[in-house]
């Protein structure tokens, strides 16, 4: 089956410092790997998704990248803030036939610190 | 429009009994899944429901664990002869069977087994 590596399991940045988090994947049939967020106590929130037909994705402060042929994804948060401290998870999963997710395969978390 | 919902938040229990664990998923979602979360820890796939089709259950880590998913919507995961590692925070998400729109977490059920 998956096996979804992340790095690093901490990081802390001062705040307006940007952070990267790194994913790697080992089945080449992976083709969906979103992000979740995770603050403490709570559940955890998609952030931010791509598929494997891109390159690249962004949404304000956050973007993922993807390489298909290394088998790696990124989490890039710019201008970051306090706010953005948590754990993030990584995750792969196969989108098949019209686009049925099947079930993901998370990576171990990262425990992000900004620190004012 | 509501999200996923579980219950109950907070369970405890004595070793050897059993519990049950219910999920409410989105309206509209056929996909319906169950992870485990031990404190600290990653995310631990239990099973995984899509549709009418048979349930992957390749996580479920004995067969003291099992889960029921009634009318394609609501989702039952009983834990018989509950252990003390069986300890964690039970979460359900749910997603729409196609479209890749991401699975969207509920809140969780924080079991403790004494």
């Known amino acids: 089956g998956e096996n979804v590596e992340q790095h690093p399991s901490t990081l802390s940045v001062q705040e307006g410092d940007s952070a990267v988090i790194k994913c790697t994947y080992s089945d080449s049939a992976s083709n969906y790997f979103p992000w979740y967020k995770q603050e403490l106590g709570k559940r955890p929130q998609l952030i931010i998704d791509?598929?494997?037909?891109?390159g690249e994705k962004k949404d304000q402060r956050i973007a993922v990248t993807l390489n298909k042929t290394a088998k790696h994804f990124s989490l890039h948060i710019t201008e970051t803030q306090p706010e953005d401290s948590a754990v993030y998870f990584c995750a792969a999963s196969i989108m098949g036939r019209g686009s049925t997710l099947g079930r993901l395969y998370f990576g171990r978390g990262t425990q992000l610190t900004v620190w004012p | 429009g509501a999200g996923v919902s579980q219950s109950p938040s907070n369970k405890v229990t004595e070793k050897g009994k059993d519990v049950e664990l219910r999920c409410d998923p989105i309206?509209?979602?056929?996909?319906l899944y169950w992870y485990r979360q031990s404190l600290g820890q990653g995310l631990e796939f239990l099973i995984y429901?899509?549709?009418?089709?048979?349930?992957?259950k390749s996580g479920l880590p004995s067969d003291r664990f099992s889960a029921e998913r009634t009318g394609g919507s609501v989702s039952t995961l009983t834990i018989q002869r509950t252990q003390q590692e069986d300890s964690a925070v039970y979460l359900c998400?749910?997603?729409?069977?196609?479209?890749?729109?991401?699975?969207?977490f509920g809140p969780g059920t924080r079991l403790t087994v004494t």
């Open positions: 309206s509209g979602h056929t996909a």
């Open positions: 429901f899509q549709g009418n089709s048979a349930p992957d």
């Open positions: 998400a749910s997603s729409f069977s196609t479209g890749g729109t991401g699975q969207y």
């Open positions: 791509i598929r494997s037909n891109v």
